[in-house]
């Protein structure tokens, strides 16, 4: 198997199992803030132990210009993505989330010069329909949520073609997250402390926000991998297959409908899934 796709399917399910771990942890309605708080502290130590454990060494100019980009714009997608999750479908948003690699794909073709061959359209397209038929009907009963996931969508897609960008100019795919993590933190930092009255945590936080960040540095680092070793329009596509295995374990642990169209959509996205490795 193409390294790419390899790192690519890794960070597929550690981003899949993220969402279903913070899907859990809203079962009690968490305060946002903190959670993303706790959890963007422990991806910060997890990017720092993976850094010194590769030995890169010093930030390149690269590093210091391009994470703090990458850091905002991750505070922009994740905070309004899990507002979407705290009273939407997991599966319907989740889904909703990851058609932003149609932005990346996009941007990938038309600025990077990267390929639109047969399979890759093929799965691109199929990845498409699986996102309708899982968002089918989740746009009428959660319309607020919804939207969220929308904009969410739109600037994570922005995001990462940025990561592309990032490596392309020189960036070291261990040590961005450093500095795209400690700008996030920042920025949710100064909002926990403007709209949410400070950091509070709670029990159900720190059981479940430390998972969320070393699942989500897992997934962030093996993207930029799959994206050194490979193509955006391909990598970023296939990780944002995750909601395949959010809906299952939001149908097996937390009652969520996966009914006929929902499973037909997660059909499509396997086959999809399939199509993309083969591009």
């Known amino acids: 198997m193409d390294p790419s796709i390899a790192y690519a399917l890794g960070a597929l399910a550690a981003a899949g199992v993220s ?44 590093d210091l210009f391009w994470g703090p980009i990458i850091g905002l714009l991750s505070f922009m997608a994740f905070k309004a993505y899990f507002q979407s999750l705290e009273a939407g479908d997991a599966g319907v948003n989740s889904t909703v989330f990851r058609l932003s690699f149609a932005i990346t794909s996009a941007l990938a073709i038309l600025f990077l010069a990267e390929s639109a061959g ?81 950091y509070r945590p709670t029990r159900r936080i720190l059981s479940h926000a430390p998972l969320n960040g070393v699942l989500l540095a897992a997934s962030v680092i093996l993207l930029l991998k799959s994206l050194e070793a490979g193509e955006a329009s391909i990598s970023v596509p296939i990780v944002n297959h995750s909601f395949f295995i959010t809906a299952l374990l939001g149908w097996a642990f937390l009652g969520e409908r996966l009914d006929r169209r929902k499973s037909l959509g997660l059909a499509l996205a396997v086959a999809s899934i399939i199509s993309l490795s083969s591009a």
């Not at 969220?148 to 795919?173: H, Y």
């Not at 261990?174 to 920042?186: D, G, K, R």
């Open 19 to 62: 969402d279903f771990v913070y899907k859990r942890a809203q079962g009690e309605r968490v305060a946002t803030g903190s959670y993303l708080m706790t959890q963007s502290a422990v991806y910060f130590i997890c990017s720092n132990i993976v850094s010194h454990t590769a030995q890169d060494g010093a930030f390149s100019r690269a």
């Open 118 to 198: 047969a399979m890759k359209v093929a799965g691109l397209v199929l990845a498409a329909c699986a996102i309708s038929l899982m968002s089918f009907g989740g746009l009428r009963s959660t319309r607020g949520p919804v939207f969220l996931a929308l904009f969410a969508m739109m600037v994570l897609g922005i995001n990462r073609f940025v990561f592309k960008l990032a490596l392309l100019d020189g960036a070291s795919p261990t040590m961005l997250p450093i500095l795209q993590s400690a700008a996030f933190f920042s920025c949710i930092t100064a909002y926990t402390y403007l709209k949410e009255g400070g």
